[in-house]
């Protein structure tokens, strides 16, 4: 697991479409297998969780990206990956998941 955590000053909408935009373009593995998005007054959420193969690991891996923002505050995010290994008990490498999250870090 390998995970990133920010609070930027950001237009959550347009961070949203460059995360989703980057990341789907960035592999020709990536795909979208997951979304969500909901709001409670002025604060809203949405959820992402993307997947692609690593050819590090040999195997697929995902990652999962949250936004959350209260009003016209900064965005929360949130990305966590998981996957990326090919051992029984204990991971051997992580190498996949840490590049998945690299992708992330450049869109932002």
């Not at 995970?3 to 935009?21: H, S, Y």
């Not at 795909?31 to 604060?43: K, P, Q, R, Y």
């Not at 990652?63 to 009003?71: I, R, W, Y």
């Amino acid at each position: 697991m390998a995970k990133l955590e920010k609070t930027l000053a950001v237009d959550f909408d347009a961070l949203l479409g460059r995360i989703e935009q980057g990341i789907l373009e960035g592999s020709v593995s990536a795909s979208l297998e997951g979304s969500s998005d909901f709001s409670e007054g002025d604060a809203r959420c949405s959820v992402r969780v993307f997947e692609r193969f690593s050819y590090a690991g040999g195997n697929r891996l995902s990652m999962s990206v949250t936004l959350f923002q209260s009003g016209a505050g900064p965005v929360h995010l949130s990305a966590i990956t998981a996957g990326g290994s090919q051992a029984l008990f204990f991971k051997i490498n992580t190498w996949g998941e840490e590049t998945f999250l690299d992708k992330l870090r450049e869109l932002l």
